[in-house]
């Protein structure tokens, strides 16, 4: 009997401790949000969440006041019985009002945005979920302050205040992306990237070289990838999601499916995701040079021009692509958490889209002109390390193995010789990276770098009609190397509960090696070998009045070391010019002061403004060059003229990004974002000219309404116009691309475009996603870009939740 009875007892215990244990969800989502907390300032006691949302409050069982509060959300107050009436389900509404969150990219440690001077933007992930991008690249966007370029339907090249390609630097899970043959021409790689294995994208704004080295010149683009899960029980934990998403503009279908598995100090999480993308159809207002005007096909073994059937739909754009992810993670004690992913994605041929559309004496200069498979497999080794000791709290080393494959398959028109030229890329990447809390006001973050590029270039020509192959140049040297060595310090000095000061310094030493083949380069040296160091740094403040209020200011080097595609490249950069290699090439410096304030008013509204200037010092620019004295060459049947990047120029950016959010009653807020940026560069006469990157003003404007379980966003995206004698020297000659204006020289109009998104929770499990993007199906195209953006466009996507 009294066995039964203390069994009874016992079960009684437990069945109400259990009944004690507190789930918070999102309103609008019903998933679960980690890292949620309990306070109760009379007692003085805490309890957060973990990574299902759950925490036991117990203690709390006679709390009249509870605040609830977590990063991104709005903070409630309830007591224990109002939660108790809740079925222990606490739900929290999504909030963007807050000054202070939790980022990662700005040391490579968590920070509070109260203490880091540089400005850094966190797209969340119900934005993303709301906005349904279909690529990496469009998930930038979503963030309203990155602009993206297309020179195809599978393509997407970032640009950041003024600056992209390799003067801007992608990682995933803290992994530098950017390699050796990253060119100045736009760069496409960020779309292997899988949006819905994305867990969190971070972008700095400005240098930030002290951390990532070279290339972080105009900002850094940090994605973070879904990482396991343990249970928090001795039962498995099993969570997963899929997604299904139809769009009509460019025929899309995807697919997507990932789950995790956890036990208590091991888990894994898988994901797959298959998207396929037909040709694109363009709006039906707007400028008629958008339009497709023809399209080739083989005919008797013969290359035929005919005029397209539909000039709304831009053929051939379709493309599809496969993204592989497996992570695993183990924790053996508290004190060591171990981290291993593998990546993979592969694209199918991608068609030039912006050279198909090139014509000469009323016929298409290209018959075909498309980049091979795009292939990047990534495996990545983290060990984390806490311990308390005079040289580190904790320690995070990193080993790497990335490879990249891309090629470009060329063929005139009525010529029956393709050529193709591929690269591969093997990157090994070494990174250990410490911190160290030293009293109440000092933190150190520390560590080092290295970065081994091997590259391998391949050439050959084949006869579409009798298969026959020969060798022909590469674009690269094959068997180059470049590899960088490097270390860094960063100080974070707490002066009062107000004012925060961080600075940091960072040496670079690389190394490049190429050598040439004498059959197909026919230069004055048969190799490059360039041995150089790099010195940047930063120093900023961070001012915190209270609350509702924080200044910040910040100055700070970036630099871009010369890597294989400036020096050692072959390859026609546009027709009628051709790049050749430069052995005297240094290092790219700039040079940068941000100013930014950023102010609550109550409850209600929040503002944010950052000033920033930028000078770009011994740029690495394309410029006319000589190779044996000849200004000109004939290079793949055409006579070219000569140039080659040099570091021969200056620029400057500068501008402002601003924004504002306002809280509205029943649930709307009404958000505004805006991004002016002006470039300068340098010519060879001393004169100025319009940079390149640097974007027109662009900006949205949305108007949400949230209720549990359900959101909805009315919402306008904007570009300004940029005249012709605002546009780049090297984009006014590619008139094939822009509007013509009343002179019948080539500009960027301006445009509006509206748009409505829509998410509804039907079940806990189940939520669909719907919208209307371009409603006025504009025909508009985004500055720079080779490829008109989508008409009107219908979605649809299916999302499970388990």
Same mark, same amino acid.
């Given at each position: 009997?009294? @066995?039964?009875?203390?069994?009874?007892?016992?079960?009684?215990?437990?069945?109400?401790?259990?009944?004690?244990?507190?789930?918070?969800?999102?309103?609008?989502?019903?998933?679960?949000?980690?890292?949620?907390?309990?306070?109760?300032?009379? !007692?003085?006691?805490?309890?957060?969440?973990?990574?299902?949302?759950?925490?036991?409050?117990?203690?709390?069982?006679?709390?009249?006041?509870?605040?609830?509060?977590?990063?991104?959300?709005?903070?409630?107050?309830?007591?224990?019985?109002?939660?108790?009436?809740?079925?222990?389900?606490?739900?929290?509404?999504?909030?963007?009002?807050?000054?202070?969150?939790?980022?990662?990219?700005?040391?490579?440690?968590?920070?509070?945005?109260?203490?880091?001077?540089?400005?850094?933007?966190?797209?969340?992930?119900?934005?993303?979920?709301?906005?349904?991008?279909?690529?990496?690249?469009?998930?930038?966007?979503?963030?309203?302050?990155?602009?993206?370029?297309?020179?195809?339907?599978?393509?997407?090249?970032?640009?950041?205040?003024?600056?992209?390609?390799?003067?801007?630097?992608?990682?995933?899970?803290?992994?530098?992306?950017?390699?050796?043959?990253?060119?100045?021409?736009?760069?496409?790689?960020?779309?292997?990237?899988?949006?819905?294995?994305?867990?969190?994208?971070? !972008?700095?704004?400005?240098?930030?070289?002290?951390? +990532?080295?070279?290339?972080?010149?105009?900002?850094?683009?940090?994605?973070?990838?879904?990482?396991?899960?343990?249970?928090?029980?001795?039962?498995?934990?099993?969570?997963?999601?899929?997604?299904?998403?139809?769009?009509?503009?460019?025929?899309?279908?995807?697919?997507?499916?990932?789950?995790?598995?956890?036990?208590?100090?091991?888990?894994?999480?898988?994901?797959?995701? +298959?998207?396929?993308?037909?040709?694109?159809?363009?709006?039906?207002?707007?400028?008629? @040079?958008?339009?497709?005007?023809?399209?080739?096909?083989?005919?008797?073994?013969?290359?035929?021009?005919?005029?397209?059937?539909?000039?709304?739909?831009?053929?051939?754009?379709?493309?599809?692509?496969?993204?592989?992810?497996?992570?695993?993670?183990?924790?053996?004690?508290?004190?060591?958490?171990?981290?291993?992913?593998?990546?993979?994605?592969?694209?199918?041929?991608?068609?030039? +889209?912006?050279?198909?559309?090139?014509?000469?004496?009323?016929?298409?200069?290209?018959?075909?002109?498309?980049?091979?498979?795009?292939?990047?497999?990534?495996?990545?080794?983290?060990?984390?390390?806490?311990?308390?000791?005079?040289?580190?709290?904790?320690?995070?080393?990193?080993?790497?193995?990335?490879?990249?494959?891309?090629?470009?398959?060329?063929?005139?028109?009525?010529?029956?010789?393709?050529?193709?030229?591929? @690269?591969?890329?093997?990157?090994?990447?070494?990174?250990?990276?410490?911190?160290?809390?030293?009293?109440?006001?000092?933190?150190?973050?520390?560590?080092?770098?290295?970065?081994?590029?091997?590259?391998?270039?391949?050439?050959?020509?084949?006869?579409?009609?009798?298969?026959?192959?020969?060798?022909?140049?590469?674009?690269?040297?094959?068997?180059?190397?470049?590899?960088?060595?490097?270390?860094?310090?960063?100080?974070?000095?707490?002066?009062?509960?107000?004012?925060?000061?961080?600075?940091?310094?960072?040496?670079?030493?690389?190394?490049?090696?190429?050598?040439?083949?004498?059959?197909?380069?026919?230069?004055?040296?048969?190799?490059?070998?360039?041995?150089?160091?790099?010195?940047?740094?930063?120093?900023?403040?961070?001012?915190?009045?209270?609350?509702?209020?924080?200044?910040?200011?910040?100055?700070?080097?970036?630099?871009?070391?010369?890597?294989?595609?400036?020096?050692?490249?072959?390859?026609?950069?546009?027709?009628?010019?051709? !790049?050749?290699?430069?052995?005297?090439?240094?290092?790219?410096?700039?040079?940068?002061?941000?100013?930014?304030?950023?102010?609550?008013?109550?409850?209600?509204?929040?503002?944010?403004?950052?000033?920033?200037?930028?000078?770009?010092?011994?740029?690495?620019?394309?410029?006319?060059?000589?190779?044996?004295?000849?200004?000109?060459?004939?290079?793949?049947?055409?006579?070219?003229?000569?140039?080659?990047?040099?570091?021969?120029?200056?620029?400057?950016?500068?501008? !402002?990004?601003?924004?504002?959010?306002?809280?509205?009653?029943?649930?709307?807020?009404?958000?505004?974002?805006?991004?002016?940026?002006?470039?300068?560069?340098?010519?060879?006469?001393?004169?100025?000219?319009?940079?390149?990157?640097?974007?027109?003003t662009f900006g949205e404007t949305h108007l949400t309404y949230s209720a549990t379980g359900f959101e909805i966003d009315l919402y306008a995206e904007y570009n300004a116009r940029l005249s012709n004698s605002e546009l780049a020297p090297s984009e006014r000659s590619k008139d094939h691309l822009y509007a013509i204006d009343e002179n019948g020289d080539p500009y960027s109009p301006s445009w509006v475009t509206i748009n409505l998104n829509s998410a509804y929770q039907i079940t806990p499990i189940f939520m669909i996603s719907a919208g209307i993007d371009n409603i006025t199906d504009l025909r508009y195209r985004m500055y720079s870009s080779g490829i008109a953006a989508p008409g009107r466009n219908l979605f649809l996507a299916v999302r499970a939740n388990l």
């Amino acid at each position: 009997m009294r @066995e039964l009875l203390l069994f009874s007892l016992f079960t009684g215990i437990s069945f109400f401790a259990q009944a004690q244990i507190v789930t918070v969800v999102d309103d609008v989502t019903s998933a679960p949000i980690a890292y949620v907390s309990f306070y109760d300032a009379k !007692i003085n006691r805490y309890s957060i969440t973990n990574t299902v949302g759950e925490t036991d409050i117990s203690i709390f069982e006679n709390s009249k006041s509870i605040e609830i509060r977590t990063v991104g959300y709005r903070t409630r107050t309830m007591s224990f019985e109002a939660i108790k009436r809740k079925g222990f389900i606490v739900r929290l509404i999504p909030s963007q009002l807050a000054l202070n969150e939790v980022v990662v990219s700005a040391t490579r440690w968590q920070q509070e945005t109260r203490e880091v001077p540089l400005k850094v933007t966190s797209v969340k992930p119900n934005s993303v979920r709301l906005q349904n991008p279909q690529t990496a690249a469009d998930l930038l966007t979503v963030s309203g302050e990155v602009f993206i370029q297309k020179s195809q339907l599978g393509g997407g090249s970032p640009m950041i205040r003024g600056f992209a390609t390799n003067r801007v630097l992608i990682a995933v899970d803290g992994v530098r992306m950017n390699t050796a043959i990253f060119r100045s021409g736009n760069v496409h790689n960020v779309i292997s990237l899988d949006p819905f294995a994305t867990q969190n994208t971070e !972008i700095i704004f400005g240098p930030g070289s002290v951390i +990532y080295g070279s290339d972080a010149i105009g900002g850094v683009m940090s994605f973070y990838t879904l990482s396991p899960v343990f249970s928090t029980s001795n039962k498995i934990f099993i969570r997963g999601n899929s997604t299904l998403r139809t769009s009509s503009a460019n025929n899309e279908r995807t697919a997507h499916v990932d789950f995790n598995l956890g036990w208590k100090n091991f888990a894994s999480v898988s994901s797959i995701t +298959y998207a396929d993308f037909g040709d694109l159809r363009i709006g039906s207002n707007g400028p008629d @040079e958008y339009l497709d005007t023809f399209n080739v096909a083989q005919v008797n073994a013969a290359d035929s021009a005919y005029r397209a059937k539909d000039p709304r739909i831009l053929s051939p754009t379709s493309f599809n692509q496969l993204n592989l992810m497996q992570k695993f993670r183990y924790q053996p004690t508290k004190d060591w958490d171990i981290n291993f992913g593998f990546h993979y994605s592969e694209s199918s041929d991608l068609d030039r +889209y912006d050279r198909l559309i090139l014509s000469s004496n009323n016929e298409p200069r290209y018959a075909a002109w498309y980049y091979g498979p795009q292939v990047w497999r990534m495996a990545n080794l983290q060990v984390l390390k806490k311990a308390e000791n005079k040289f580190f709290d904790q320690a995070n080393f990193t080993f790497s193995n990335q490879y990249f494959r891309e090629s470009r398959n060329t063929r005139r028109f009525q010529n029956s010789n393709l050529i193709s030229r591929q @690269e591969n890329v093997d990157v090994l990447t070494f990174n250990l990276d410490l911190e160290k809390e030293s009293g109440a006001k000092h933190n150190f973050f520390y560590g080092g770098e290295i970065v081994l590029n091997h590259i391998s270039s391949f050439g050959f020509t084949r006869n579409i009609i009798t298969d026959n192959t020969n060798p022909a140049s590469t674009r690269y040297p094959d068997g180059s190397d470049w590899n960088s060595y490097s270390a860094y310090l960063s100080h974070q000095f707490k002066i009062s509960s107000h004012l925060n000061l961080q600075s940091g310094l960072r040496y670079s030493h690389f190394f490049l090696d190429a050598e040439f083949d004498p059959t197909y380069y026919p230069v004055a040296f048969n190799s490059i070998n360039i041995n150089e160091g790099a010195v940047t740094g930063s120093i900023g403040l961070v001012y915190n009045l209270d609350q509702t209020l924080q200044f910040n200011t910040n100055i700070s080097s970036g630099y871009r070391a010369p890597n294989i595609d400036d020096a050692a490249k072959v390859f026609d950069s546009e027709p009628g010019s051709v !790049i050749v290699p430069n052995p005297d090439l240094k290092p790219e410096y700039a040079y940068n002061i941000d100013v930014g304030i950023r102010k609550l008013f109550g409850e209600a509204l929040k503002v944010d403004f950052t000033g920033y200037y930028t000078i770009l010092t011994d740029a690495l620019i394309r410029r006319d060059f000589t190779i044996n004295g000849q200004d000109s060459i004939m290079y793949d049947g055409q006579l070219s003229q000569v140039q080659a990047i040099q570091n021969s120029a200056h620029a400057r950016v500068y501008g !402002i990004q601003a924004g504002a959010r306002l809280e509205l009653p029943s649930g709307f807020q009404l958000t505004t974002r805006i991004n002016i940026q002006k470039g300068e560069e340098e010519l060879q006469d001393g004169t100025t000219v319009p940079l390149r990157h640097a974007a027109p003003t662009f900006g949205e404007t949305h108007l949400t309404y949230s209720a549990t379980g359900f959101e909805i966003d009315l919402y306008a995206e904007y570009n300004a116009r940029l005249s012709n004698s605002e546009l780049a020297p090297s984009e006014r000659s590619k008139d094939h691309l822009y509007a013509i204006d009343e002179n019948g020289d080539p500009y960027s109009p301006s445009w509006v475009t509206i748009n409505l998104n829509s998410a509804y929770q039907i079940t806990p499990i189940f939520m669909i996603s719907a919208g209307i993007d371009n409603i006025t199906d504009l025909r508009y195209r985004m500055y720079s870009s080779g490829i008109a953006a989508p008409g009107r466009n219908l979605f649809l996507a299916v999302r499970a939740n388990l």
